[in-house]
């Protein structure tokens, strides 16, 4: 198992600096708040193939 000293330091998933222990996994607060700001503007998604239920407004049942 590699030692501590020579591990590489891992890297900002935003930005690609290095990282700084204060703000793990990101390099500043910059960073950190810029992730959390995608978050709350939902730039995070998950594909999802999901088949109409019938309660959107989107979902056009007739009857047969």
Do not use: H, I
Not at 4 to 29: H, I, Q, V
Not at 36 to 52: H, K, N, T
């Amino acid at each position: 198992m590699p030692s501590k000293s020579t591990a590489k330091p891992r890297a900002c998933p935003l930005c690609g600096n290095p990282r700084d222990e204060a703000f793990k996994p990101f390099c500043s607060r910059g960073c950190r708040d810029r992730d959390l700001l995608g978050w709350f503007g939902e730039s995070y998604r998950v594909p999802v193939d999901q088949p109409a239920d019938g309660t959107a407004d989107t979902d056009n049942f007739t009857d047969e």
